[in-house]
C-alpha cells in the first residue's frame, strides 16, 4: 500500500551539492514522519534527517547545517551541500506511519570524490 522511491544520487566532488528526492505513496504521508538514512558498506543503516508531520526537522551533528529535509504533499527531500567524502553511502528514505508502520525506500547511491 505504501511506495518509496529514491531518486538523485550520483558522483558529485567535494564540497559539491546534491538533492535527493523521496516519492512517497498513500494516503498517510502526509501524518507520517519522513526521513533519511544512510548505509555505507560494512557499516550500519545510520539517521541522516528527520521531519514531522508538522514540520519539525531534525539532524545529527554529523550532517547539521550541511544537510536540509523538506517536504511537501507526497515528496521529501533532502538537499545537501558541502558534502565530504565520509558522505559516500546508499541513501534511504523513510517513513513511519501513526501506526507505527515502517516503510523503506529502495535506496539512491550518492559517492562523493575527486
Known amino acids: 500500500q505504501v511506495q518509496l522511491v529514491e531518486s538523485g544520487g550520483g558522483l558529485v566532488q567535494p564540497g559539491g551539492s546534491l538533492r535527493l528526492s523521496c516519492t512517497a505513496s498513500?494516503?498517510?504521508?502526509?501524518?507520517?514522519?519522513m526521513g533519511w538514512y544512510r548505509q555505507a558498506p560494512g557499516k550500519q543503516r545510520e539517521f541522516v534527517a528527520g521531519?514531522?508531520?508538522?514540520?519539525s526537522t531534525n539532524y545529527p551533528d554529523s550532517v547539521k547545517g550541511r544537510f536540509t529535509i523538506s517536504r511537501d504533499v507526497n515528496m521529501v527531500y533532502l538537499q545537501m551541500n558541502s558534502l565530504k567524502p565520509e558522505d559516500t553511502a546508499v541513501y534511504y528514505c523513510?517513513?513511519?506511519?501513526?501506526?507505527?508502520?515502517?516503510?523503506w525506500g529502495q535506496g539512491t547511491q550518492v559517492t562523493v570524490s575527486s
Open positions: 523513510n517513513m513511519v506511519t501513526p501506526s507505527a508502520a515502517y516503510y
Open positions: 498513500g494516503t498517510i504521508v502526509s501524518t507520517s514522519f
Open positions: 521531519v514531522s508531520s508538522g514540520g
